[in-house]
């Protein structure tokens, strides 16, 4: 299994931007999908969005986001570097909490469920001021 490890949570303004790297061990990371999960005060563990493993040659890499966070995050992987990014603009208060990177290697219709994943990082805290 991979082992993963966020970073580049921090303190921004509302409308601001920031961006968040989910790094893995592991030889096999290009097979994994990864996804961004939040948890705000008070709330549960949600989607944010995913990213698909690397495909043939030629073919896109799938994404899928949350509808909260569609125009306004962006999730890219480099798998040289096994690494996994979550872009993060026009921030709002409500996306304050903690966001958590999480890969699986098994095979599902969907992803946006927290029981999918089989590996998780320690999470990295994101506070919007307004």
């Known amino acids: 299994q991979v082992q993963l490890v966020e970073s580049g949570g921090g303190l921004v303004q509302a409308g601001g931007s920031l961006s968040l790297s989910c790094v893995a061990s592991?030889?096999?990371?290009?097979?994994?999908?990864v996804s961004w999960f939040r948890q705000g005060p008070g709330k549960e563990r949600e989607f944010v969005g995913g990213?698909?493993?690397?495909?043939?040659?030629?073919?896109?890499?799938?994404?899928d986001y949350a509808e909260s966070v569609k125009e306004r995050f962006t999730i890219s992987r480099d798998n040289a570097k096994n690494t996994v990014y979550l872009q993060m603009n026009s921030l709002k208060r409500e996306d304050t909490g903690v966001y958590y990177c999480?890969?699986?290697?098994?095979?599902?219709?969907?992803?946006?469920?927290?029981?999918?994943?089989?590996?998780w990082g320690q999470g990295t805290q994101v506070t919007v001021s307004s």
């Open positions: 999480a890969a699986t290697n098994l095979y599902y219709s969907d992803y946006r469920g927290t029981s999918k994943y089989n590996a």
């Open positions: 592991g030889r096999t990371f290009s097979s994994y999908v």
């Open positions: 990213i698909g493993w690397s495909g043939a040659r030629g073919h896109p890499i799938r994404t």
